[in-house]
Each structure stands twice: as structure tokens, then as C-alpha cells.
T-cell receptor, first 113, second 111 residues
Framework: KAGVTQTPRYLIKTRGQQVTLSCSPI?????VSWYQQTPGQGLQFLFE???????NKGNFPGRFSGRQFSNSRSEMNVSTLELGDSALYLC????????????FGPGTRLTVL | SQQGEEDPQALSIQEGENATMNCSYK?????LQWYRQNSGRGLVHLIL?????REKHSGRLRVTLDTSKKSSSLLITASRAADTASYFC???????????FGQGTRLTINP
């Protein structure tokens, strides 16, 4: 099986712009979670989707949003970008909500100038 | 904010030696997981230990869990240069799929 894929791998944006990141989970996985990784805050949970519904959300402002499609692919969107949004954004997929193994993609490196 | 703390923050050892990393967490858990990350790339799952387990092995990895102390340790035996990476513990904090990560230990294996 192919692993979790994320596109694009690298992205450079300027303050005030918006960005959309994409994640394709492992085939058959229905749960997709997003994490932000920065040197200062480490790895932080953004949100999680299961069967096209957001099931859990971290402590991030409303500028961060996401969605999941019927094929389990997920997108996250960040509007009105700030310098502090520069980070590695990681997507993880798993079979279900029952807890357990999450499989991570390679991440999207977002740089905000 | 991070639930867990990892100790040490950085560890440098010679190839062939054993490496031990520790993780502490704050809330009750269903399971605790260890991940490896190479140089800002994605996370690779290493091992999962459930709250009712005390020790688990996988190849050169040994994980222990002490729920009374809310702590876990990861031991890598006979280290190799390829083990150079950052290692993170993650707990589910009782919430399915919402992993809470520690700050990680940066492990360097010197040839």
C-alpha cells in the first residue's frame, strides 16, 4: 500500500495570503489528523476528521480550517497567513477513531515571508 | 502546550552503545507511542504500548511504561548511525486520535 502523501512538499507565501494543503491517507484509512510542528511549540494537534466530519479540534484560531472528502482525502486551509504560521504541517491517517497507530506523511514545509 | 516532557533533550553516544530516552506525561492515557523523525521529515511510528502493559519489545527497541509514575522509557540497544534522529513520545490523553507529543529527544550516534 502507498503511504500517506502530502502536497505540496514545500510552499512559500507572504503575510496575508491564504494557503491550502492536501493530504491523501493510506487506502482504507478513514481518519485523518493534522499537526503543526514548530521549533518553539513542538508538535501540536490541529484537528481530526473521520467520515467527512471534524471529530476533534486543537487550540488554534479560526484561520485554520479543514475538511475531508468522501474518498477520505483531506485539505487544510490557513487564511490571512502570519509569520508565526511558518511550520511543518503533518498529516496522519489511521483506520478508525478507536485509537492506536497513526501513519504520518512527509509533511508540507510552509514558509511565510 | 505539550503534555509530556522528554529527557534528555539531546543525547550523543558512540555507535554500538545503548541509548535511553525518558518521557513523562500528565494525564491518564489509553496508550503511549514512540515516534522517530529524521531531520524535519515525517514521523515514523516505532512502537505502541497500552496502559495495561508494562514492557514491550520490537527488534532493538524496548519500551517500558509506569502508569503510577506517568512515565515511559525507550531503550535502543546496539545503536547505529542510522538511529540518528529525534524521538518523540506521544500519548492519546484519553482522546482517540488526538496525540499529544513531548518535545522530543535529539539523538546523535557518532561513528
Amino acid at each position: 500500500k502507498a503511504g500517506v502523501t502530502q502536497t505540496p512538499r514545500y510552499l512559500i507565501k507572504t503575510r496575508g495570503q491564504q494557503v491550502t494543503l492536501s493530504c491523501s491517507p493510506i487506502s482504507g484509512h478513514r481518519s485523518v489528523s493534522w499537526y503543526q510542528q514548530t521549533p518553539g511549540q513542538g508538535l501540536q494537534f490541529l484537528f481530526e476528521y473521520f467520515s467527512e466530519t471534524q471529530r476533534n479540534k486543537g487550540n488554534f484560531p479560526g484561520r485554520f480550517s479543514g475538511r475531508q472528502f468522501s474518498n477520505s482525502r483531506s485539505e487544510m486551509n490557513v487564511s490571512t497567513l502570519e509569520l508565526g504560521d511558518s511550520a511543518l504541517y503533518l498529516c496522519a491517517s489511521s483506520l478508525s477513531l478507536a485509537g492506536g497507530l497513526q501513519f504520518f506523511g512527509p509533511g508540507t514545509r510552509l514558509t511565510v515571508l | 502546550s505539550q503534555q509530556g516532557e522528554e529527557d534528555p533533550q539531546a543525547l550523543s553516544i558512540q555507535e554500538g552503545e545503548n541509548a535511553t530516552m525518558n518521557c513523562s506525561y500528565k494525564t491518564s492515557i489509553n496508550n503511549l507511542q514512540w515516534y522517530r523523525q529524521n531531520s524535519g521529515r515525517g514521523l515514523v511510528h516505532l512502537i505502541l504500548i497500552r496502559s495495561n502493559e508494562r514492557e514491550k519489545h520490537s527488534g532493538r527497541l524496548r519500551v517500558t511504561l509506569d502508569t503510577s509514575k506517568k512515565s515511559s522509557s525507550l531503550l535502543i540497544t546496539a545503536s547505529r548511525a542510522a538511529d540518528t534522529a529525534s524521538y518523540f513520545c506521544a500519548t492519546d490523553g484519553g482522546f482517540a486520535q488526538k496525540l499529544v507529543f513531548g518535545q522530543g529527544t535529539r539523538l546523535t550516534i557518532n561513528p
